[in-house]
Nanobody, 113 residues
């Protein structure tokens, strides 16, 4: 299973970005999908997750600003990030549970004026 992420970049505070992560390969079934982030010198933390049935979970720091969604037909998970803050700056990683944990290569998100 391969995960390809896209959508990161540089944005000003208050701006928005949309991350995408597409899974491909020998996939029988995908269970939970999620996004994590890791800032320099810090551990990798959960940002948001979504079950196969659409139930979502968010870190407190992003509630009300980020929205996670998925397209099961395309094996793709999205993260809409609004009202971005400098503290959202990190490398964002996609995670997929397909009977085994898979990780994307990471995409840099930088929020700066």
């Amino acid at each position: 299973v391969q995960l390809v992420e896209s959508g990161g970049g540089l944005v000003q505070p208050g701006g928005f970005l949309r991350l995408s992560c597409a899974a491909s390969g020998r996939i029988f079934r995908i269970y939970d999908m999620g996004w994590y982030r890791q800032a320099p010198g810090k551990q990798r933390d959960l940002v948001a997750s979504i079950t196969s049935g659409g139930r979502t979970n968010y870190a407190d720091s992003v509630k009300g600003r980020f929205v996670i969604s998925r397209d099961n037909g395309k094996n793709t998970v999205y993260l809409q990030m609004n009202s971005l803050k400098p503290e959202d700056t990190a490398v964002y990683y996609c995670n997929v549970d397909a009977r085994k944990d898979y990780w994307g290569q990471g995409t840099q998100v930088t929020v700066s004026s």
